[in-house]
């Protein structure tokens, strides 16, 4: 507990370009969390570097994400919003865990499996250990909940596995995290495979809307989506691009899918497509004028990275020393 809420951590790696599908699935969500939870928000530019990065374009996504964390209305003074790589207990304590997690544990870990094969020439010690990288994540600010996808939902089971494995040799040390069960966001699928989820690692860029998309791509995107040969606007498993396509448009307007079903009823899969472009263009557009605001404001921006490092360092470090307390490195000299 801190400032007498629960913890709540999270974040999103620093590659890539987000999409409306992360903004609508979770980021969005992540706003109404603050006034419940002491929350935790970090861009996780350490994980990013399993799979090899360009370091300007590292440095400069990294800052875009945060900067967007902030545009999307995470306040920075109610919300810690920091570069995971400005709070060394991350590595500290990730090093320490390690020596806790058993190779077997890591072995099953379906994530390093296609990871691997996505890049079979850099199947490195890093992405083998990235899971207990994301266990010193969650664990070093005792998190009681974390919001996780099913994608991710095996990486807190093992950050659960360690914590009380730790516990039941050290004592009452970490905090068991718990999946956060809320609101769930908008599942938003591919545009040209709706049988997979929108991603900013898509080889296909029609398939995703990316935040930073001007509204002529987003509409051009839309009307290019995949449906399917039917021409009846119906919401269901069988019509899975059509099926989609509501899903967006419900969650920028603010509607059930059998509000929309009705809308557009007798009407065509061209007349959707629009809609459903112009509503993600009205919901992005507030969004991008503030990431453009932001950006000119380097001195905020800036302030905010410092102030939330040394914030983030200050829990951070509390946990870090009483875990090596306890493993039996000796106490520093101050």
Not at 33 to 55: A, G, K, N
Not at 78 to 92: D, L, P, T
Not at 294 to 311: G, P, Q, T
Request: contains cysteine; charged residues 25%; aromatic residues 8%.
């Amino acid at each position: 507990m801190i400032n007498d809420k629960k913890v709540l951590f999270s974040g999103m790696q620093a590659t890539g370009n987000l999409t409306l599908g992360n903004y609508l699935g979770a980021l969005k969500n992540w706003v109404k969390l603050s006034d419940e939870y002491e929350c935790f928000y970090s861009v996780v530019d350490m994980h990013s570097i399993t799979v090899r990065q360009d370091p300007a374009t590292l440095r400069k996504r990294a800052r875009a994400l945060l900067t967007l964390y902030i545009a999307a209305g995470l306040d920075p003074k109610k919300n810690c919003i920091y570069y995971q790589s400005h709070v060394s207990g991350h590595a500290e304590l990730a090093w320490i865990l390690n020596c806790f997690t058993y190779m077997g544990e890591l072995n099953r870990m379906t994530q390093f499996k296609d990871k691997s094969a996505k890049h079979a020439d850099n199947i490195n010690a890093g992405l083998f250990t990235y899971p207990v990288l994301m266990a010193a994540d969650i664990l070093l600010y005792q998190a009681d909940v974390v919001p996780v996808g099913i994608d991710q939902m095996q990486h807190l089971e093992l950050t659960r596995d360690i914590a009380t494995r730790f516990n039941n040799i050290y004592g009452d040390v970490f905090t068991i995290p718990e999946a956060y069960v809320g609101k769930v966001g908008a599942k938003i699928m591919s545009l040209q495979d709706p049988s997979k989820k929108m991603s900013k690692s898509d080889e296909n860029p029609n398939g995703s809307i990316y935040l930073m998309d001007d509204p002529d791509t987003i509409i051009r995107k839309c009307k290019r989506a995949v449906t399917d040969s039917e021409a009846n606007i119906a919401y269901r498993e069988e019509q899975p691009g059509l099926k989609n396509l509501i899903d967006i448009y419900c969650a920028c307007e603010g509607k059930t899918p059998d509000e929309a079903v009705k809308e557009f009823e007798g009407r065509g899969y061209g007349e959707l497509k629009m809609a459903v472009g112009e509503s993600v263009v009205s919901v992005l557009k507030p969004l991008q004028d503030e990431v453009s605001r932001l950006e000119k404001d380097k001195a905020y921006l800036d302030s905010i990275i410092k102030e939330n490092a040394e914030k983030a360092s200050y829990y951070a470090n509390k946990t870090l020393r009483k875990v090596q307390r306890k493993v039996g490195f000796p106490d520093r000299i101050r």
